[in-house]
């Protein structure tokens, strides 16, 4: 198990609960110092899980030639670097994303129902944290994941410990290369 140095602090305040919650080590955390070592290593290594998607060259292609018309328009760069979205998130590009859901997926979705992160570790603590949690009324609101090795490290996703709960799925064989749980 690799540790992540720690941060020294010369503050004298006590550190919150968050902090302390936070500062702790957590099975992703673990993971991606694991990963990092992995891919700065002079070996040529293939990322097959641990959350990243596999490597597409083709979808790589496709984001350079994107990211080539945007630094070449510059009013569309430094909006981009520089200029705030609307609280929440880029309008057009959730109406466009509403409408592709509508169209492909029949879905009765409008931007309004759109949430854009920085990535899945965020969506998953800002859902984990809006839906799962101490409710106003004193009752516990907990998420409910199969458990699976799959799902390292999202139990440290909640600001309340014990926010998600695993219980293990049942698992049914479907033919020697399938199976549902």
């Known amino acids: 198990m690799h540790q992540l140095p720690p941060i020294e602090s010369k503050s004298m305040v006590a550190r919150t609960e968050f902090y302390r919650r936070y500062d702790a080590s957590s099975g992703i955390q673990e993971l991606m110092v694991d990963l990092d070592l992995a891919l700065s290593g002079p070996r040529k290594m293939l990322m097959l899980g641990g959350g990243n998607p596999g490597r ?54 409008g931007p309004e129902n759109i949430a854009l992160t920085q990535g899945s570790q965020n969506a998953f603590f800002l859902l984990m944290n809006l839906l799962g949690g101490r409710r106003e009324d004193g009752s516990t609101a907990n998420i409910v994941f199969p458990m699976s090795p799959e799902y390292i490290g999202y139990e440290d996703v909640g600001i309340q410990a014990g926010t998600l709960k695993s219980f293990l799925p049942r698992v049914t064989l479907l033919d020697d290369y399938s199976f549902r749980y």
Request: aromatic share 12%; charged share 35%; with cysteine.
């Open 56 to 109: 597409l060259p083709e979808m790589e292609e496709f984001f350079r030639g994107e990211m080539d018309h945007l630094m070449s328009d510059s009013d569309r760069f430094e909006r981009a670097l520089g200029v705030y979205d609307h609280p929440g998130g880029n309008v057009p590009f959730r109406k466009a994303i509403a409408r592709l859901l509508e169209q492909d997926c029949g879905w009765d979705v």
